[in-house]
């Protein structure tokens, strides 16, 4: 069997032979095969919750079980046919509520799916990248810094491999990874020579074949049975089930006042207990936290078709409140479609068409007409030459497109080479890599040793200009290596702010001959000395259009009161030039660089940092002294991020948002949010969502609490003046479900006010119970609980029953139409419009009908105890309950004149 196999102890043949694969990975068909073999490569979850399971958690709380015994108990007093209407109208409500959690279960399932990872993969001698569970063993991964190892593996090459395995072994130190063969007996925390599923690259590249999937993995021997999203309680549902418990308190309270009152007045104990605990299930708002699960998830839904992927559902309350985002620049505000437009050699400034990956293009002396053969120019292929092996992205046709698997900037190089004809399979076959410095955002450059000769290496590197201008002694010019001046490097220094200021990408190519031992394995630290006394080749100049839809999105951003921040690596000018061009900036605007934050003091940055637009040339470490800043000055800071170092941003900012194309695994991990498109569209989106979420949360929440405080009034001023019950146990029951019921659910997909993003972020310690909104249900519960008692005494007189049809018509009607100045606190009902929420028109209408069926239909009568009500009593009542839309528009329309407060 492949697990019980002691992989570490074996050289790299013996490991290759076995698994019955090769360097060049394994064929399609084969991969396929093994897949059926071994299975998806996937950890066993913890049983889902069966839809069973959800329907019986309906009838968990302690009032329903109480109701249902009481009522059990009353059937055989005889009350057989109120013991099956109040039977059936609970089961309804669970059934209802059934639903809408089987449904939010259901969204949370397809948003675990959706942040499903990804693995490198070598097939056919072509890398890949397909979905981690679709990983077989023989497979051959490749790993970089950042990427989250998808199967145990037994290392091939490593190129100064630096592996977190703290989740595994508990070791907090990144192990440094070999690929020679280790003792048989070494423990695990010794097979430097294998990687392990669940643990995570810090630094360097390797490749590594595998040896192990899903449950026959280290992680999956130990780890048992994992449940990979667990069901979280955000902020906001921890208050409102304190609101909850708040409001169930004082119905208890008014119950027990109404029912000793009852008592007293001659009603029977088993009559009282089950009215009094019928207004308790009706009115306690228990299911509020469930009710903003179930907004949330079909939000988080929403928001996941505009390629916003929620990983914490608390982070969609907190998307509303954000005030700052801080936005890198490549692939989020621009395409990410690196071209290269210029080259600069020594000897001549060139210029280079084409457009896109497609290698078709030709060169030309910059300012002038006339084409060039690039091999005129030896300078410029051995810069080709370097930028092609010092690369670790590839160029490749598919269905008639050319594409780039892996770094588009490196993409944009190799397809610069190839329009000159060179090819990097042909260079890379001649030029044989034998070790590899990856880039790093403190270094800003990267390394690459190649033998080019039997005993003759040649480290290419490429990297920052700043950096490679200053780590250079010489450059080459026509041919010859020539003194490196200071004069000079000014000179070529200010091409580069040239370049930048048109807003292209610069990066410079270098090279140097090396002495290298093959055999020896060096540190990161060793390797300084090769990065010194380099040989400059020239500059590689890229355009990066920005996106067409960042410069609406920005302005978005100004309306909303969100102040936009772009934080990049590349140069100052590049980036103040891409900014105008999305209009991020206007005079006057301040911009930070990198060298610049280094020379400044904490306390100096949170004087500047609400000024500052721009920070160029700026590290992941950068990075977290601003987020951090921002915070100190009380800011909600959103931040986005790719890399691996980018992680402690992302974790401490408010908002942590990586990418969902370039973003590494452990920045997805440390995130709140994955944009899918890496577009930055996506995150004001993302935002514009937030904020309706939680609006369509408040509009629950006034909907519901103005209507249950409403019913308790009815009952408090009922007991109080000493009239008979206005309503019995099942009809506040019916009333219940048909109003708490459809028409609330149907606010949940309530459209979101026009202006959503043209109002200031909320401030996160605000209660959701604004002024306006306490207004709102207050005035909507008082204005009910007198309306709702005056109209059972007005018709009281034609005897009880009457009264009590009259209470419930006006009762379910008043709820109905509640619902409308509920949709916003701002706009009123008119200007929303009636009709622009369908889904809560069908709702009003299909309550609407089950109430006059009961009132009408002669079965329904006897069932819930009421009489057919005259049809002109019946539009009296219902002009009547219209009040609720007047008053509550009307003192909205007065507090936005400012004439109430």
Known sequence: MLNDMAWHCLEIKEVMRKLGSSRSGLSE?????????????????????SPMKIFLE??????????????????????IIDTVVILAIVFASALLGFIQEFKAEKALEKLKEMVSPTAKVVRGGKLEVIPAEEVVPGDVIVLEAGDKVP???????????????ASLTGESVPVEKITSKVPENASLTERRNMVYMGTCVTYGRGEAVVTGTGMKTEFGKNSGMLQEIEKETTPLQKKLDKVGKNIGLLCLIVCGVVASLGLVRGGSVLGMLLWGISLAVAAVPEALPAVVTITLAVGVQRMARRNAVIRRLSSVETLGSSTVICTDKTGTLTKNEMTVKEIYLPEAWLEVRGTGYEPRGTF???????????????????????????????????????????????????????????????????????????????????????????????????????????????????????????EMKREVLEINREMAKNGLRVLAIAY??????????????????????????????????????????????????????????????????????????????????????????????????????????????????????????????????????????????????????????????????IISDDNFASIVAAIEEGRGIYDNIKKYLMYLLACNIGEILIMLFGGLIGVPLPLLAMQILMINLTTDGLPAI???????????????????????????????????????GVLGIGTFLCFLQRGVLYARSTLFWFVTLYEMFKVFPCR?????????????????????????SLTLLILFVSVLQQAFKVTAVNPLDLLLLSLLATLGIIVIDTGKELANRGILK
């Open 824 to 848: 916003s606190e701002r706009h009123t009902s008119i200007e929303l419009g009636f009709r622009s929420n369908r889904p809560l028109i069908a709702a009003i209408i299909s309550s609407l």
């Open 746 to 784: 149907a606010l949940s997909v309530d459209p979101y006010d026009r202006d959503v993003m043209e109002r200031p972020p909320r401030n996160p310690e605000e209660s959701i119970f604004t002024p306006r909104m306490k207004a709102i249900i207050g005035l909507g519960a008082i204005l009910m």
């Open 512 to 673: 140097r001959e090396v002495l290298w031992e093959k055999e020896k394995i060096f540190k990161k630290e060793e390797m300084g000395e090769i990065e010194e006394n380099l040989i400059f080749l020239g500059l590689t100049a890229m355009m990066d259009p920005p996106r067409e839809e960042v410069k609406e999105a920005v302005e978005k951003c100004r309306k909303a009161g969100i102040k936009v921040v772009m934080i990049t690596g590349d140069h100052e000018l590049t980036a103040v030039s891409v900014a105008k061009q999305i209009g991020l900036i206007q005079s006057p605007y301040l911009s930070l660089t990198g060298e610049k934050l280094d020379s400044m003091s904490d306390r100096e940055l949170e004087e500047l940092v609400e000024k500052v637009s721009i920070y160029a040339r700026v590290s992941p470490q950068h990075k977290m002294r601003i987020v951090k800043a921002l915070k100190k000055k009380k800011h909600v800071v959103a931040v986005t991020g790719d890399g691996v170092n980018d992680a402690p941003a992302l974790k401490t900012a408010d908002i942590g948002v990586s990418m969902g194309i370039t973003g590494t695994d452990v920045a997805k991990e440390a995130s709140d949010m």
């Open 151 to 165: 199967a145990d593996g037994r290392l091939i090459f490593s190129w100064n491999l630096q592996v977190d395995e």
């Open 364 to 486: 030309k002396v910059k300012g002038e007409k006339k084409e060039i053969n690039p091999s005129s120019y030896p300078d410029l292929i051995l810069l080709l030459k370097a930028a092609v092996l010092c690369n670790n992205s590839y160029l490749e046709e598919k269905n008639g497109k050319w594409i780039i698997r892996g770094d588009p900037t490196e993409g944009a190089l190799l397809t610069a080479a190839a329009k000159a004809k060179l090819s990097k399979n042909e260079l890379e076959s001649r030029y044989p890599r034998v070790f590899e410095l990856p880039f790093d955002s403190m270094r800003k450059m990267m390394t690459t040793i190649h033998e080019v000769a039997p005993g003759k290496f040649v480290a290419y590197v490429k990297g920052a200009p700043e950096v490679i201008v200053k780590a250079s002694s010489y450059y080459r010019c026509k041919q010859k290596n020539k003194l490196f001046t200071e």
């Open 58 to 79: 309906q009838f968990k709380s302690f009032l329903v079980v109480i109701l249902i015994i009481a009522t059990v108990i009353s059937s055989f007093l005889g009350e």
């Open 29 to 49: 068909n084969e991969a396929r095969e093994r897949l059926k073999r071994y299975g998806l490569n996937k950890l066993k979850e913890l049983r889902k919750i």
